[in-house]
């Protein structure tokens, strides 16, 4: 079955210290990757997506991601993490053959802790 | 403007109770979602309004019924929850077939006694 694995639960960092969030996908086609954002008791905001035009995404607020075929992976990244980053990040991947109102399956999740 | 809306911010009810959910979008979107999100878990799909026809329905129990009345505006109305029903109820949209992406709401945090 098509899946999303975040490989770590919970990931701390240092304030001004790189970020790296490992998400890895499995997808028989030219998958349609996402990573999102949710902070505490808010909505999930879009950080960037993958779509094929170039395998390093950049997105908001620093972050971005590489789309890596051979590995299945799309880590996301930031070069220098801020307190505002702390929150739980999703990778997500669009179910194969759902078209474009189709089914999103969501990794577990990986919260960020950025400490002083 | 990326904006999904949603009405209320916090809802409590009663097991008895009926009560409605309200989202809205004025992006153009013509694919709206209904997801239920408990406590550090991922959100999980329930309900897929396509043109405002119903498109996907997760096996989710009558009590909640969704609507779309017209292509800005969703709601999903409760009736006899339970307190296994209390979560985050959130909201999110997209534009087929320009885009698959979808822009969520704040959320409806649900709780029922």
């Known amino acids: 079955a098509q899946s999303v694995t975040q490989l770590d639960s919970h990931v701390s960092v240092s304030e001004g210290t790189p970020v790296l969030l490992r998400c890895n996908y499995s997808?028989?086609?030219?998958?349609?990757l996402f990573w999102y954002v949710q902070h505490p008791n808010k909505g999930l905001q879009l950080l960037l997506k993958y779509t094929s035009a170039a395998t390093l995404v950049k997105g908001i607020n620093g972050f971005e991601a590489e789309f890596k075929k051979s590995e299945t992976s799309f880590h996301l990244t930031k070069p220098s993490a801020h307190m505002s980053d702390a929150a739980e990040y999703f990778c997500v991947v669009r179910r194969d053959g759902s078209g474009n109102t189709g089914k999103l399956i969501f990794g577990q999740g990986t919260t960020l802790q950025v400490k002083p | 403007d990326t904006e999904v809306t949603q009405t209320p911010k916090h809802l409590v009810m009663g097991m008895t109770n009926k009560k409605s959910l309200k989202c809205e979008q004025h992006?153009?979107?013509?694919?709206m979602y209904w997801y239920k999100q408990k406590a550090k878990k991922p959100p999980e799909l329930m309900f897929v309004?396509?043109?405002?026809?119903?498109?996907i329905n997760e096996s989710v129990p009558s009590r909640f019924s969704p609507e779309c009345p017209n292509s800005s505006l969703l709601n999903l109305h409760l009736h006899a929850l339970q307190p296994e029903d209390s979560a985050l109820y959130l909201c999110?949209?997209?534009?087929?077939?320009?885009?698959?992406?979808?822009?969520f709401g704040p959320g409806t945090r649900l709780t029922v006694l």
């Open positions: 999110a949209s997209s534009h087929p077939p320009v885009s698959d992406t979808q822009y």
């Open positions: 997808s028989s086609y030219s998958p349609s």
């Open positions: 309004y396509s043109y405002e026809k119903l498109s």
């Open positions: 992006m153009g979107h013509r694919a």
